[in-house]
């Protein structure tokens, strides 16, 4: 009713059509040879989302909250998502708090396939890659890379830890059925930032990740009933983007890094994130018809 109002609420109804190609194996026999032949066929998918979200962009301790609900042929999954802010007695500095519980449903039987048919959709400890963002909401610079600088891209979803096991067959914290993790970044105070002696502001935060989901708590776990890691996150120009270097983790990722990654792995283990929202072209020139 009032546009100054620092409250809000905001629902969003929307559904994503999307249209991939997908790879076709068949065998061919011929009255001489019989052999394998690799095509591809479309394939049309249709996600429904439902989005309700608070905000209160108070100036101090602001904070929001969104349940969202993604439906897809076979799946529901539902998540919370909480983010509180706590301002520093130092100005324009402080520490963001974000909490995620998420629960997956199948909507056909739990056989192996349906798992593996909707592995894509499940819930991740860590920020989704390019194959996991389903309904193709972020810009990827290599979408469907698996090796190299370009498959090291995350976003913010989920459990968003930072540290990524891409390699392996079945990732760690990642599950078809519940997630809880909290997640914290924040300005280092002046006070305590040995950086303060450069002579130049590196843009740096810290940030800590703790996390459990339903295979944790299961016999013979694959991991410890709680993960976490820490690090440094470094924001790049123009708040365009954001790396994550990570120097603490749960022993399971430590594990993984030394027999996956093998020699020379830090920068292996780096992650990093791509804000579009930040190309606002109409600053560019107040001229422009936009």
């Known amino acids: 009713k009032d546009l100054r109002e620092r409250d809000k609420w905001i629902f969003q109804l929307r559904s994503f059509i999307l249209n991939e190609d997908q790879l076709r194996f068949s065998t061919v026999t011929t009255p001489t040879d019989t052999f394998d032949v690799v095509d591809k066929t479309a394939q049309r998918l249709l996600i429904n989302e439902a989005k309700i979200t608070y905000e209160n962009n108070r100036m101090l301790y602001p904070y929001n909250a969104n349940l969202t609900i993604d439906q897809g042929e076979k799946f529901i999954r539902a998540g919370v998502t909480a983010n509180y802010y706590f301002n520093y007695k130092e100005q324009g500095k402080g520490i963001n708090a974000r909490f995620f519980a998420g629960k997956f449903f199948y909507l056909t039987p739990q056989t192996f396939i349906s798992s593996y048919e909707t592995d894509r959709y499940h819930i991740n400890m860590s920020g989704p890659n390019g194959k996991e963002d389903y309904t193709y909401s972020n810009y990827f610079v290599g979408r469907n890379e698996f090796e190299g600088f370009k498959s090291q891209q995350i976003t913010e979803r989920d459990g968003f830890f930072k540290v990524r096991t891409d390699l392996l067959g079945s990732k760690i914290g990642k599950t078809d059925d519940w997630l809880m993790a909290l997640n914290f970044s924040g300005d280092i105070p002046d006070k305590i930032n040995p950086l303060n002696v450069l002579p130049f502001k590196l843009p740096i935060k810290f940030f800590v990740d703790f996390g459990t989901y339903s295979e944790a708590w299961k016999d013979n776990p694959p991991s410890g009933r709680f993960l976490y ?23 399971v990722y430590s594990d993984y890094f030394k027999s996956t990654l093998g020699e020379k792995r830090f920068g292996k283990t780096i992650s990093f994130s791509i804000n579009l929202s930040a190309f606002q072209f109409s600053k560019l020139n107040r001229d422009l018809p936009l």
């Open 229 to 251: 890691d820490a690090g440094l996150q470094v924001s790049l120009p123009g708040n365009i983007g954001t790396l994550y270097l990570p120097f603490i983790y749960s022993k």
